[in-house]
């Protein structure tokens, strides 16, 4: 990291709330705008949950991105509640970055976002994300189906794209400008402001989305039961400390759990080995993980659940 005073004359820093439907690459995005991964990822819908905040410092700013759940018609208690975190975000930000799918038409659920954006006195800048997945020859097609849909605005649009780093640096120096002029409100090592149990959590889920079938990712939350540092007589590498972890799954039925725990807890030793693994890349050091399954009847409509596992809707 340069050296730099971000006290300096012109140094800008603000909060930018990514929004947009389910699957449309927002925590794709915002991994590659950070330049590491602080956002759990999946092709499943609905995979952020979380109002996750994260921060990338440069020499002239500090952008606070914060990462919503994507806003669609919910159909529980849960749904509910991530729609109300997101909609409510809007309102927390100093600019709203619209990530739109830039490999699809627009459809309704795009025009709902947009209609709701209309009603807030902010900023917009507009990403196509996935550009990557657009042939040479729809692409003309494209950018006229969205300039149609965001017509009578001067939201600015981006084409880019989370996998290729197509059009990101032009995206954060667009996003840079828009900043209000302002101090670091992090430290610049900071990228993610997540406690570290919810983190774990998260990359324990991401593997549940990754390995298990359509009925299951939906169903599932974590709850992280204990996180404690082993001292090195005790951990298997005598010569080096280890982090245990344990962690309970909840699923909404028995036939989920035995689909989560697999033949001879098979899937569930699969799914731990991912997520250990993602783990001592976060905590950069070895770790111990020990997962239980728990049938929870209709955890996703019970309002002190939800709040238990830290789904506020706010």
């Known amino acids: 990291m340069p050296s730099f005073d971000p006290l300096m004359m012109g140094y800008r820093s603000g909060f930018v709330g990514l929004i947009g439907r389910p699957n449309v690459g927002k925590s794709s995005l915002i991994n590659k705008l950070v330049g590491q991964k602080v956002a759990i990822t999946s092709p499943v819908a609905q995979t952020t949950r979380n109002r996750l905040r994260a921060i990338l410092t440069t020499p002239k700013a500090q952008l606070v991105m914060v990462d919503t759940p994507g806003i669609h018609k919910p159909h529980h208690l849960l749904g509910e ?62 950018e006229v189906a969205y300039s149609n849909l965001l017509e009578g605005f001067s939201w600015a649009i981006y084409q880019c794209s989370a996998i290729t780093g197509e059009g990101c640096n032009d995206l954060i120096d667009a996003l840079v400008n828009y900043l209000p002029e302002g101090p670091q409100l992090y430290p610049p090592e900071l990228v993610c402001d997540q406690p570290e149990r919810v983190l774990l959590g998260e990359l324990i889920r991401e593997q549940v989305l990754h390995h298990t079938r359509e009925e299951i990712p939906h169903s599932v939350a974590v709850m992280v039961d204990r996180v404690e540092e082993l001292p090195s007589s005790k951990a298997r590498n005598k010569a080096q400390s280890c982090t245990a972890v344990l962690a309970t799954v909840l699923v909404e039925r028995n036939s989920q759990k035995g689909i989560l725990i697999g033949k001879g807890g098979a899937m569930l030793k699969l799914i731990g080995q991912g997520a250990r693994i993602q783990m001592q890349n976060l905590i950069d050091g070895p770790v111990y993980l020990e997962l239980f399954v728990k049938v929870v009847p209709a955890w996703r409509s019970k309002p002190a659940r939800l709040t238990e596992l830290g789904y506020e809707g706010n």
């Not at 627009?106 to 902010?122: A, E, F, M």
């Open 81 to 142: 509640r991530l729609v109300k975190s997101a909609r409510s975000a809007i309102g927390e930000v100093d600019l709203v970055l619209l990530i739109l799918e830039g490999s699809k038409i627009p459809g309704k659920g795009d025009r709902y976002i947009v209609n709701l954006l209309k009603q807030q006195n902010l900023p917009v800048l507009v990403a196509l994300n996935k550009w990557d997945l657009v042939d040479k020859e729809q692409q003309r097609e494209v």
